[in-house]
C-alpha cells in the first residue's frame, strides 16, 4: 500500500473512531490529518486533504480545540496553521478519564442510593451490578493512569510551520 493510501485509510479509520466517542466523524477526520501531517496546516489545507468544504473544517477545529486535541498557531501574516496537541493514546486515555467521571460513577452512585430502597433480591442484584461497575472504574482507571497513557504516548515533538 502506498502513503497516499496509507494516509486515507488512517484518515477514514480515526474519524470514525471518533464518532464512536461522539465528536462527529469530520472533526475525527481533521484531527487525523494533523496526526498523520508532518507539518502544522492551515484550514485551507486541512480542507484539500479531508475533501471538507472550509465550513465544515472550521467548526471541527473549534471542537477539537475546546477539547484541547488540537492548538492553532501563528502562519504567515494572519493565517492560523493547527497542529495535534495530543497522541491518540492521550486522547483516548482522557475520553476514559471523562468516562468514568461523566457515565460511570453516577451510575455506580445510583445503583447504590436504589439498592437500599429495595427488596433484598433486588438489593442482591444492584448490589452486584455496583460491584461490577467499580471493578470497572478501577479497571478504566488503571489504564487511563498518567503513567501508563503517557509510557504509551509518543514524545512531543514540534513541528514545522509551512
Excluded: C
Aim: glycine share 8%; aromatic share 6%; no cysteine.
Amino acid at each position: 500500500m502506498d502513503t497516499l493510501n496509507v494516509e486515507r485509510s488512517f484518515i477514514d479509520r480515526i474519524g470514525k473512531i471518533v464518532k464512536q466517542w461522539g465528536l462527529g466523524e469530520p472533526a475525527g477526520r481533521v484531527w487525523a490529518t494533523l496526526l498523520f501531517s508532518e507539518r502544522s496546516l492551515s484550514q485551507r489545507q486541512i480542507a484539500e486533504k479531508t475533501g471538507y468544504s472550509l465550513s465544515l473544517v472550521s467548526p471541527s477545529l473549534k471542537i477539537l480545540e475546546k477539547l484541547d486535541m488540537v492548538r492553532s498557531i501563528r502562519g504567515q501574516g494572519k493565517e492560523k496553521l493547527y497542529e495535534q496537541a495530543v497522541s491518540f493514546v492521550e486522547a483516548f486515555g482522557t475520553l476514559i478519564k471523562r468516562f468514568v467521571e461523566q457515565d460511570v460513577k453516577p451510575l455506580i452512585a445510583q445503583l447504590e442510593g436504589v439498592s437500599k430502597t429495595v427488596n433484598a433480591t433486588k438489593r442482591r442484584n444492584l448490589r452486584k451490578l455496583a460491584r461490577e461497575y467499580r471493578h470497572l472504574e478501577e479497571g478504566l482507571r488503571a489504564f487511563s493512569s498518567e503513567g501508563l497513557v503517557k509510557s504509551m504516548a509518543p514524545e512531543k515533538v514540534g513541528r514545522p510551520t509551512t
